[in-house]
């Protein structure tokens, strides 16, 4: 699956953005790690220590791990779907 190329694609708002960027979106950098484990504890431990009655430390741990697994995963197939370099331990969780 290769990105878009098209000309209305390469004129829109999204694509600027995306302009310049290694991984075109397509990677769990550093910083798009944090946001999702942010986002994560926002809604997450209500849930983990309500319904399957854990701590919040251990409600912590497990939302810092699946969200790093996840990473890990998603990391080690999407950019490669698109035909984009491997994520290196420097810039991202390693796609390798």
């Given at each position: 699956m290769s990105l878009r190329t098209d000309a209305k694609w390469l004129?829109?708002?999204p694509?600027?953005?995306?302009?310049?960027?290694?991984?075109?979106?397509t990677a769990f950098e550093y910083d798009i790690v944090a946001m999702m484990i942010a986002q994560m504890f926002v809604t997450c431990p209500w849930v983990l220590c309500g319904v399957?009655?854990?701590?919040f430390a251990e409600a912590?741990?497990?939302i810092v791990s699946?969200?790093?697994?996840?990473?890990?995963i998603w990391n080690a197939l999407h950019?490669?779907?698109?035909?984009l370099p491997d994520v290196p331990i420097a810039e991202g969780l390693p796609s390798s």
């Open positions: 004129a829109s708002e694509c600027a953005v995306l302009e310049g960027k290694t991984y075109r979106g399957l009655g854990l701590n912590s741990a497990f699946a969200t790093v697994a996840h990473g890990l950019p490669a779907m698109h035909g």
